[in-house]
């Protein structure tokens, strides 16, 4: 007989009582990492997420992947006198339109748990628009 062969043993794999669980107790809620882009003088894109260390369990994040969450963004012209305008949304990313060109904007996001917190704010300013001359 030239072909090894093998005799696998199988058994049920032990249950660990320390499984993680959903339920959205974290022991400490971090605020969300937010990333804008210009799209166009009166666009931008937002991208956020968590800031994972490779230095941590990245199990505590990829455990509640599948479970349906929703972030709230909010905007503003830049200025304490100016009002927050506030965008429910479904996924990680969503673009903001109908903003004025050369306009500086702070823009903030957090997720709808209960003890969630904001982003750090994040100041953006849109682009000048470009009038092409023929």
Aim: net charge positive.
């Amino acid at each position: 007989d030239a072909e090894p062969r093998y005799l696998v043993s199988v058994r049920p794999a032990r249950v660990s009582n320390n499984k993680k669980s959903c339920s959205g107790q974290n022991k400490t809620q971090k605020p969300l990492q937010l990333v804008v882009g210009t799209l166009t003088p009166t666009s931008v894109f937002l991208s956020w997420g968590i800031l994972v260390n490779p230095q941590h369990d990245w199990t505590a994040t990829s455990n509640c992947a599948s479970d349906s969450r929703f972030y709230t963004v909010r905007y503003r012209e830049k200025g304490k006198d100016k009002k927050w305008v506030f965008h429910l949304c479904p996924a990680t990313e969503t673009v903001i339109d109908n903003l004025k060109p050369n306009t500086p904007y702070e823009f903030g996001v957090k997720g709808n748990a209960e003890d969630s917190i904001w982003s750090k704010t994040l100041n953006h300013k849109t682009v000048l628009s470009s009038k092409c001359l023929t």
